[in-house]
């Protein structure tokens, strides 16, 4: 049974602790008027005493009166997810949890250890299953991220269903706070075509099946052509025309994710080659490119958006141009670089410091091994738009003023962080989490929670966080960016 009573566990008792601890409740008690109750767990015969033995039997050694004396200790409830994401047809799954190496029953139910009850109600199981932290949230958990969900499983979104292919998208309708980023699912058959068009947004993208083949002119009208595979990114500056056509050797085809640097951004608003000619005289048209009317006979009378079309070759070359070649390749083949290994998984990251053309969109493909997480950190200036590739990971955004909120994400799903807001990304699964952290950014730049409490006075943390000299002194000096089982 896994509800109840996970604040025992490990606990230690000693009269000390106990009285401390006491009168830490009274004092909380006296000064807020909340409930006793309000605190989870800890009650239960044992006390619960951190690991600062260092502090709590030292009488010799305080300057200053600790700070959290002032306040009462955080619960000791581990507060792990209360299932993984097995699901069944019936309200109970056979289940780890996390933190635990044996199975139990568990009911897919609001209710963590002493707290919630059964839903009587209408009960979505897939959903629930797959949402833990959302039906029975972390008792750390408090208020809601302002600005709405930061989740959006792709699944939820539209296909927009052509001959060769199919798109779908999330953008501030889907996902009223990413404002910053907007994201765009394609598939193309072999040899299908995403038309020739261009956008007021840069254009990024990562392919995650197949191969694809590239074109662009530039404003100077120096062209481009590049081929691009799995893992690897394209990038195109705002306003900037290009094609993106499926190759044959996956006889598949491709599919790849498509960010764009703003929020506003919908793939149906695009400005496509035969949508502007459908809208122009053709009197004009052949008065432009010096030709007959009847040279435009059999002109498409409106877009065609995605469409089907024969292979191009792997081995083409970008036509011949009398201004030469776009200075920066707009390809940037992200399969070919080695990952930075970790404790706990591995890291590549793509800027404009690797992919010089990449200037509005930076990125960070991470891995995270079971038992693993990314760190505890934020972004100073830029919102992450995340996007899932596989595995499951818990996130909880803190977003200041007390609140904090989980989330719980599966492959395919799009996840929003906004600058500055602390999170983690732990894999909760026993397989590889691997997943994209994409910025509008020229440069990737993050804050470790860590490496900030190990370059700073240790005193200092102490005040703050009554832990041990040794606990301090153990704080790595280098980013850990993901890191293993505990
Ligand atoms: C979830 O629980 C089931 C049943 O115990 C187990 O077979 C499966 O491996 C678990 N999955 C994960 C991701 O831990
Ligand atoms: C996780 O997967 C490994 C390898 O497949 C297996 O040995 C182990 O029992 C699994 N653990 C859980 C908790 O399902
Ligand atoms: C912990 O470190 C502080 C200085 O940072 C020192 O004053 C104190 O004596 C140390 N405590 C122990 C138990 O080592
Ligand atoms: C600190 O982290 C680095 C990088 O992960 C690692 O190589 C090193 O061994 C760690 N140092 C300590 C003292 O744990
Ligand atoms: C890690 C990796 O795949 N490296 C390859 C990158 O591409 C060059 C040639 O373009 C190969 O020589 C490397 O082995």
Redesign the pocket.
């Known amino acids: 049974m896994v509800r109840g009573g996970t604040g025992a566990t490990g606990a230690v008792s000693t009269v000390d602790g106990g009285l401390k601890f006491l009168s830490f409740v009274l004092c909380a008690v006296l000064l807020s008027g909340t409930s006793i109750l309000a605190l989870p767990t800890p009650l239960e015969g044992t006390v619960v005493v951190s690991n600062s033995s260092s502090i709590a039997s030292g009488s010799t050694t305080t300057s200053a009166i600790p700070a959290s004396e002032t306040v009462a200790p955080a619960s000791d409830d581990p507060n792990y997810v209360m299932w993984n994401t097995t699901t069944t047809s019936d309200s109970s799954v056979q289940a780890v949890r996390i933190g635990s190496t044996s199975s139990e029953t568990v009911n897919l139910q609001p209710m963590r250890g002493t707290l919630g009850t059964t839903i009587l109600g209408q009960q979505n199981m897939a959903l629930q299953a797959q949402n833990p932290d959302t039906l029975a949230p972390p008792t750390t958990d408090s208020g809601v991220i302002p600005g709405g969900n930061i989740k959006w499983p792709m699944t939820l979104s539209p296909m927009r269903l052509q001959t060769g292919g199919w798109a779908r998208q999330q953008n501030i309708n889907q996902m009223p706070i990413a404002t910053s980023m907007a994201g765009v699912d394609m598939r193309l058959e072999a040899g299908a075509i995403r038309e020739l068009h261009w956008h007021k947004t840069a254009e990024w993208a990562y392919v995650l099946s197949g191969s694809m083949q590239v074109t662009s002119v530039d404003q100077d009208g120096r062209n481009f052509l590049g081929n691009v595979g799995p893992g690897d990114l394209w990038y195109f500056p705002p306003g900037i025309p290009h094609s993106l056509q499926a190759t044959n050797e996956d006889p598949n085809g491709a599919e790849f994710l498509l960010v764009f640097d703003n929020g506003d951004f919908s793939d149906d608003s695009t400005f496509q080659l035969t949508d502007w000619l459908a809208h122009t005289p053709k009197e004009v048209i052949a008065k432009n490119f010096g030709t007959s009317l009847s040279a435009w006979d059999e002109l498409p009378g409106k877009e065609l958006y995605i469409f089907p079309g024969n292979s191009p070759s792997p081995d083409a070359q970008a036509v011949e141009d009398p201004y030469g070649q776009v200075p920066n390749p707009f390809t940037f083949?992200m399969?070919?670089?080695?990952a930075t290994p970790l404790a706990g998984g591995s890291v590549k990251i793509v800027d404009s410091r690797t992919f010089p053309a990449a200037t509005a969109i930076a990125v960070a493909e991470v891995t995270v091994e079971p038992g693993g997480m990314r760190e505890l950190h934020w972004h100073p200036t830029q919102d992450e738009w995340t996007y899932y590739l596989s595995g499951t990971a818990r996130v909880t955004e803190f977003a200041s003023s007390s609140t904090a909120q989980t989330f719980d994400f599966q492959a395919g799903d799009v996840g929003f962080v906004p600058a500055t807001y602390g999170h983690y990304v732990e894999n909760i699964a026993n397989e590889t989490l691997h997943f994209l952290e994409i910025f509008n950014t020229d440069i990737f730049q993050d804050v470790s929670l860590s490496q900030w409490l190990a370059l700073i006075p240790p005193q200092l943390v102490q005040a703050h966080l009554q832990i041990s000299n040794e606990t301090i002194a153990s704080f790595n000096k280098t980013k850990q960016v993901v890191v293993g089982p505990n």
């Open positions: 083949k399969s070919n670089m080695t």
